[in-house]
Structures are given as structure tokens and as C-alpha cells.
């Protein structure tokens, strides 16, 4: 899904600086940094890069699983990510 689709799914008062685009944007670095290091293995400060943005997108959605659990939901089939599962 590109960035102007997505913006314009989420309603109106919900624009750039949402939660829902945030999650959005990290997606979209998570899946090019991931198809990236499939041909470069060994390219550590992309793997640290990955792991900080996977920590923030997690965060970001423990946020918002707590703030609107129903939004969570569509975001999270939306974007066809695997719900997190607390430990």
C-alpha cells in the first residue's frame, strides 16, 4: 500500500503525525531494511538499524492496542502484521 492510499483510508483528524501512520511508515522501513539484508548478510548497521525500528514499531502499537482496540485490530490486518503476543 503506498502513502497516499493509506492517508487516504485513515479519516481526517487522523493525518501524518497518527499513530496509525507512524506504524505505517515503520512498516514500510521494516520491509525494505528486511528485503535488503536478505542479499547482504552480513551488513551489521542495517541489522541494528531493523532491530531499533522493530522495537519503537512494537511500542508503538502496545500503545495503541491499549488506546483503541478495535483501531488495532484494522491496522494490524490492514498492514498484515502478526499480533504481538504478551509474554
Known amino acids: ?6 492517508i487516504s483510508v485513515i479519516s481526517k483528524e487522523e493525518k ?3 499513530v496509525e501512520f507512524q506504524v505505517f511508515c515503520f512498516t514500510n522501513k521494516i520491509r525494505r531494511l528486511s528485503s535488503h539484508l536478505e542479499l ?3 551488513d551489521y548497521s542495517s541489522q ?7 522495537g519503537k514499531r512494537q511500542r508503538l502499537l502496545a500503545y495503541f492496542q491499549k488506546k483503541n482496540r478495535v483501531h488495532y485490530k484494522e491496522l494490524i490486518s490492514q498492514l498484515n502484521i502478526r499480533e504481538i503476543k504478551k509474554r
Open 1 to 6: 500500500m503506498t502513502k497516499n492510499a493509506f
Open 48 to 54: 541494528r538499524g531493523l532491530r531499533k525500528i522493530l
Open 16 to 18: 501524518k503525525g497518527s
Open 40 to 42: 547482504h548478510k552480513k
